[in-house]
Nanobody, 124 residues
């Protein structure tokens, strides 16, 4: 069983930065890690992924160049550094762990384990 514990988030003004963290415990071996977000009234959407093997990263077009996903050397904590935040980034952010193939890294269904979610609110 894998448990994901998130921290970070909050209320910021447009242009500010935030960093989210997600620490995994349990059987996390070979798990890809990802971040998704869900805005009010919308479906959960892919934000970023980092592959277990090799550390290749993937980003949604809407965050590319502003957000960076990374992990610690032990591969138990994944981070999402969010710079130049915009009001449209407002959402509940979720970290996720699972095994995906390249063509499915953006699908929520590829991830079996989810964090509790954390609110990010960006004011204009």
């Amino acid at each position: 069983q894998v448990q994901l514990l998130q921290s970070g988030g909050g209320f910021v003004q447009a242009g500010a930065s935030l960093r989210l963290s997600c620490t995994a415990s349990g059987q996390t071996r070979s798990s890809d890690m990802a971040w998704f977000r869900q805005a009010l009234g919308q479906e959960r959407a892919f934000v970023a992924n980092i592959r277990w093997h090799g550390g290749t990263t993937y980003y949604a077009d809407s965050v590319k160049g502003r957000f960076t996903i990374s992990r610690d050397n032990a591969k138990t904590t994944v981070f999402l550094q969010m710079n130049d935040l915009k009001p449209e980034d407002t959402a509940v952010y979720y970290c996720a762990a699972g095994s995906a193939i390249t063509s499915t890294v953006r699908r929520a269904s590829s991830y079996a384990h989810w964090g509790q979610g954390t609110q990010v609110t960006v004011s204009s």
